[in-house]
């Protein structure tokens, strides 16, 4: 219970820079792949459909604190927890791990939202995703 | 006549690697800038509309040569030319210059296309467009 | 006085995703050229060299909320500030506008480092920056 | 004998662009990442050191031709054959396919160079790795 899901990675070698890192941006794609294969995983993708239409998971607010570089072809761990489940809202948090020691942490907030012509319109977190991501909830 | 349209560029921290040097991919990415630069230019965009609706520009075929590489923070000239004008298709064709040294070349086939909801569908080059496009033809 | 240090910047295709607007990572990317453009008007690189050597600028801590999405070809403005200035780092904070309506903001907190074989090492900002650096700080 | 090594991926967000696809440089990116791919499994890595120093594989040349668009989420195989192996240089052949079905192709040409403080120089490919590249040459 309140296990987190997994995301396993290798560093490639264009998510480096030329301080022979893994450029500090480059956290946030590795967040929303991890974020996306948890989806996948509870039969869900970051582009759904419903009777209404399309809807989609604008982001609002992001964060990442780094504690230690990463570097070309190094693997690493994606852990993922919900650290807040609103009526429209989930925040993702995120801990990277190399070989258990800390690399980085983050969140990211993102938005249910209805995809019309105009600006995304916030809607309640589907029912069935929101019982599954409460079981990502951080006790 | 016949004078390359120029494009100038300062090489982002985001563009290198850890070799130090500018990621070989980049190049493509500073191709399509010039290349959306000169569209501007030349008052059409990448995503136009005519009566029958959106048209663009999906790529076919793409090449890059390398000489010289390129570092953060220095400054480089890219210049375009057109290498060959086809009924739906245009060549353009890049050269990459560094205080006038060779750094790169390069050629991107873009073929414009009606955007229906299958396949796009190549159509003719809209004449107003080829005509400017002409005189940018390497001798 | 305290006036904010500006960057001017356009929205390029390869900035996009899927969702037909900047994907939100790039808005570091975004801060970062501000930040290393605001460092070579003040005559300072991002990889810089004194008596001791080479030194850097490791990044901490990165946020960014967003109000409004980009999308391809739009102009936008970052204003940059100094947030905070401690003995080794900088807090840097961005406002995102378009047409001068807010787009996003956020902040990096980037830390003076001596790059050595082994972990950068913070060493304290050099003072003719950190006097340049007061000039942006927030009131 | 000549069978392709395979590597097998996933789009992900960050790949796409505004026009709902892979962006064309990206597919550079997943060459490289197959070939890196294939010098693990060869017990090479892409920055490697003998007795006289670090060398590594700088690209010369590269160019890709697109039948197919890929979007988000789809997966892929790349398959990676060996065109030409020079004394120094690597021509590496990649095929794009979906469920089978031509997606893109393209090739790669990587030169092994001795990395010293200046140009790099290039050397002969090291005769153990040679062996195994020639058993992915293209009959």
Redesign the interface.
């Given at each position: 219970m309140s296990q987190p899901f997994l995301h396993h990675r290798r560093v490639?070698?264009?998510d480096?820079?030329?301080?022979?890192?893994v450029?500090?941006?480059?956290f946030?794609?590795y967040m929303?792949?991890a974020e996306?294969s948890l989806l996948?995983t509870l039969g869900m993708?970051?582009?759904s459909h419903d009777d209404e239409g399309p809807f989609?998971w604008?982001?609002?607010?992001?964060?990442?604190?780094?504690r230690s570089?990463l570097?070309?072809?190094e693997e690493f761990d994606v852990s993922v927890h919900v650290a807040r489940l609103g009526r429209s809202s989930v925040t993702y948090a995120f801990h990277f791990t190399r070989d258990g020691n800390a690399v980085a942490e983050g969140e990211v907030v993102a938005v249910c939202c209805r995809l019309s012509d105009g600006r995304p319109q916030p809607i309640p977190v589907p029912e069935p995703l929101a019982e599954k991501l409460r079981g990502l909830l951080i006790p």
């Open positions: 490639e070698f264009r480096t820079d030329a301080a022979g890192i450029h500090f941006s480059v946030f794609n929303e792949e996306h996948r993708s970051v582009l989609s604008p982001r609002v607010s992001v964060w990442c604190d780094y570089p570097r070309f072809g």
